[in-house]
């Protein structure tokens, strides 16, 4: 039975493609605008083996890997602290309540304004969006440790540091993970959305201008390298979700 | 039949505490109280408690659920204040904590392995890396868990999760061992490995402990001294002295004479106090 899920699940997604290939030959699939899987091969090879993609993707990748990291450590940090101190939590739920529902992209052309057209308004968009992740889901997980851990750290003389280092952090990861990973979905939608709008390179700005030249088959390359980067960074967090969690039970 | 309780109660009380006496104070209580206020009203735990716990014994508290037991312990382990009366620490040995404890519910950290969990205290009271693996090692192989010093909790049943809690307290070498119904939530065959388990460890090193159950047989079979606790709110209601020579075989202990005659004189205080919490229950 097991083996049988895995055949299917193997041949499903090849059988679509197939599909859409036998439509698109058969007229039935407007080429002008869905294109097919043997024309979006034939332009992607090209553009991969030349560099040029490539290229474009390390942009949309650095800019991702750095506000991924301006977003992820601000927000663990401060989630800590609110979620040990009650006063500290007091003074800025309140903020984060009110800012954390509006959409990050509506305060793009604001960011813009202060950062200007270069990296530090790409970096800082998908920073903002794992910012508010990472922080409401750390603080979640600090308030969730139970209290009979607290005890024993007292019991056992924990210091104020010891505290945080042996409980407060361990208790709050599979947590602060959640928010990671939450916060790597958005990454990737800010990031495409940001490019898309005022950008030299990146694969958002790829997109944008291969729909500029009516370029179907250039836009779906693009698409091809989001779905691996998604992948791989989804593979990455769960590679160290795995190293730094190593007591985490399979059935949780 | 109350005043003849009492005074049964006290005359227990008196002996117990004649011969115990020699050993030394290690805890001495005085009229202490303790009251919670939450939404609901005012709870009064606790009330005037006054004893002394001598060191070197093994004393079990019982009580009927809710009188404060548990709170009176945490009082013991400094996790809770007083709301008045005072608590005295006379046991000093100097580099050891005073005390340490085995909660009622799971309460190994789930983030560190079973000897991480084991060297916990020692960890926090800076003992260097090495000499805190040797001391966790022997604890591990005095309750058995060797061959699972680097499994994580989640990997263990219950009765092998108390027996961790057990170890990290007793590793810890402190003056005053607390326990808190520690076997509480284990199987009926789990409980009598694991209180005998307790009583080789303890008769091999004689610390001072405090333990808590609401099992009769438990504290015939572990204790020194019986503390009968009240309903709330909890007062000392007797002290019995368990005159039954050790080292003792928890299975054979039971069928002797004086093992009964013990358990009807605390069944015949405890009765009354559980007919009055259980007469509380219905009330509010």
Redesign the interface.
């Known amino acids: 039975m097991r083996a049988e899920a895995k055949i299917i699940s193997f041949f499903s997604p090849l059988l679509l493609l197939v599909l859409w290939e036998v439509l698109a030959r058969a007229g039935l699939v407007d080429i002008r605008i869905f294109s097919c899987p043997s024309r979006i091969i034939e332009t992607f090879l090209p553009v991969l083996f030349s560099g040029e993609l490539l290229y474009h993707t390390w942009v949309s990748v650095r800019r991702i890997i750095l506000g991924f990291l301006a977003g992820a450590i601000p927000g663990v940090l401060l989630g800590l602290s609110m979620g040990l101190f009650p006063l500290v939590r007091a003074a800025l739920e309140p903020m984060v309540a009110i800012t954390f529902p509006i959409p990050k992209l509506a305060v793009m052309p604001m960011i813009i304004l202060v950062f200007g057209l270069g990296e530090a308004s790409k970096v800082f968009t998908v920073a903002i969006g794992v910012f508010y992740l990472v922080l409401v889901n750390t603080v979640a997980g600090v308030l969730s440790i139970d209290r009979i851990y607290l005890d024993v750290a007292k019991n056992f003389g924990a210091s104020r540091w010891n505290f945080y280092r042996t409980v407060a952090l361990p208790g709050a990861l599979p947590m602060i993970f959640a928010g990671l990973k939450l916060g790597m979905g958005t990454a990737l939608i800010l990031i495409v959305a940001a490019e898309l709008t005022a950008a030299q390179a990146g694969l958002g700005d790829w997109i944008w201008r291969a729909y500029d030249m009516f370029d179907i088959e250039r836009m779906f390359t693009s698409l091809i390298m989001l779905t691996v980067l998604g992948y791989l960074f989804a593979n990455a967090l769960d590679l160290l979700e795995r190293w730094v969690i190593p007591w985490k039970s399979p059935h949780a | 039949m109350e005043v003849a309780a009492r005074l049964i109660g006290e005359h227990a009380q008196a002996r117990g505490k004649a011969k115990v006496q020699p050993n030394g104070e290690a805890i001495v209580l005085t009229g202490i109280s303790k009251t919670f206020t939450g939404r609901s009203g005012t709870v009064v735990a606790l009330e005037d408690v006054n004893l002394t716990i001598y060191e070197g014994e093994f004393l079990c508290i019982v009580g009927p659920s809710g009188c404060g037991k548990t709170t009176l312990l945490r009082i013991l ?3 809770e204040k007083p709301t008045s009366g005072r608590v005295e620490i006379r046991v000093r040995e100097p580099g050891k ?1 005073v ?3 085995v ?1 009622q ?3 190994i ?5 079973v000897k991480e969990n084991v060297a ?2 020692l960890a ?2 800076g003992v260097p890396r090495a000499r805190r693996e040797e001391i966790a090692e022997h604890y591990l192989k005095i309750t058995g868990l060797s061959k699972f010093a680097n499994a ?3 990997q263990l049943s219950g009765g092998m999760k108390q027996r961790v809690s057990v170890a ?1 307290a007793f590793a ?1 070498d402190p003056s005053i061992l607390l326990m808190d119904e520690p076997f509480g939530s284990l199987d009926e065959q789990t409980r009598v490995i694991l209180q005998q388990e307790l009583l080789r460890i303890w008769e091999g090193t004689r610390k001072t402990a405090v333990f808590i159950t609401h099992s009769i047989d438990e504290a015939l079979g572990l204790g020194d001294r019986v503390l009968v606790m009240t309903a709330r709110p909890g007062r000392v209601k007797a002290i019995l002295e368990v005159d039954l020579p050790r080292p003792r075989d928890l299975t054979l202990i039971r069928s002797r004479p004086r093992f009964l005659e013990l358990f009807d004189t605390i069944w015949f205080y405890l009765r009354e106090e559980v007919m009055k919490a259980k007469a509380g229950e219905i009330q509010s």
Not at chain 2, 109 to 113: A, D, G, Q, R
């Open positions: 382990a400094g996790l904590p005390n340490s404890m909660f519910e799971q309460s950290f789930p983030w560190y392995t916990y205290g926090m009271r994580y909790p989640h990290r810890n």
